[in-house]
């Protein structure tokens, strides 16, 4: 079964310009997070998904959005983009929200964002 | 405010030999935790899981314990393989509301296992 997948693999812009990540879930799994790793820190959340409704929000400033498909696929946007938003960024499926002991979170390669 | 933290940036092992990777946390609220490996390039990879209802769980060579009342959680891994060398991140979810489908991640531990 293919895992959690995310598109581009890696993306140079730059400062102002506005960046469109896209990402696949596990077949049969309707809950999407995102996720930003900066180098030498852990993932930061940044949204939850579910049901094409968002229903989680990390604490990230407007410039970042997001929204899920009938087909569960979703996109992050970063709009006026700044040196700092230079990360990985990680896209988790899980079957259903998370908060449930059983809910696993599972993760795609990410996407590499540099920002110049 | 660092609610999940991994006190060692860095493990040395030798093969064969026990891995044991510590993470601590401070919100009271969480109720299930996780490891992830991770290796350059790629994504976390979900290793093992544990409910705040247990205080251990096992898969294979890889065991989590739980300890509430000192908010502490590790990681063994037995034996040690080469293959093991990556960073671990040690990862907390609270019980619902706002907190539905966050992960709040450890830095993260680089072990390395020596053949």
């Known amino acids: 079964d293919a895992g959690v997948t995310q598109s581009p693999t890696h993306l140079i812009k730059t400062r102002g310009q506005h960046v469109t990540l896209r990402c696949s879930p596990i077949?049969?799994?309707?809950?999407v997070s995102w996720y930003q790793q900066v180098l030498g820190q852990g993932p930061q959340f940044i949204f939850q998904y579910y049901e094409k409704e968002e229903r989680g929000r990390g604490n990230f400033p407007d410039r970042f959005s997001a929204r899920q498909f009938p087909n569960y696929s979703s996109e992050l946007n970063v709009n006026a983009l700044l040196l700092g938003d230079s990360a990985l960024y990680l896209c988790?499926?899980?079957?259903?929200?998370?908060?449930?002991?059983?809910?696993?979170?599972?993760f795609g390669p990410g996407t590499r964002l540099t920002v110049l | 405010d660092q609610q999940v933290k991994q006190n060692s940036p860095s493990l040395s092992v030798q093969e064969g030999r026990i891995s044991i990777l510590n993470c601590d946390y401070t919100n009271s609220m969480f109720d299930y935790f996780l490891w992830y490996k991770k290796y350059p390039a790629e994504g976390p990879t979900f290793l093992i899981s544990i409910s705040s209802i247990k205080d251990k769980n096992e898969d294979g060579r890889f065991t989590v314990f739980l300890n509430k009342s000192a908010k502490h959680l590790s990681l063994h891994i037995v034996p040690s393989q080469p293959g093991d060398s990556a960073v671990y991140f040690c990862?907390?979810?609270?019980?619902?509301?706002?907190?539905?489908?966050?992960?709040?991640f450890g830095q993260g531990t680089i072990l390395t296992v020596h053949p």
């Open positions: 988790a499926s899980s079957l259903r929200r998370g908060g449930l002991r059983t809910d696993t979170q599972y």
């Open positions: 990862a907390a979810s609270g019980a619902g509301g706002t907190s539905y489908g966050k992960l709040t």
């Open positions: 077949s049969g799994h309707k809950s």
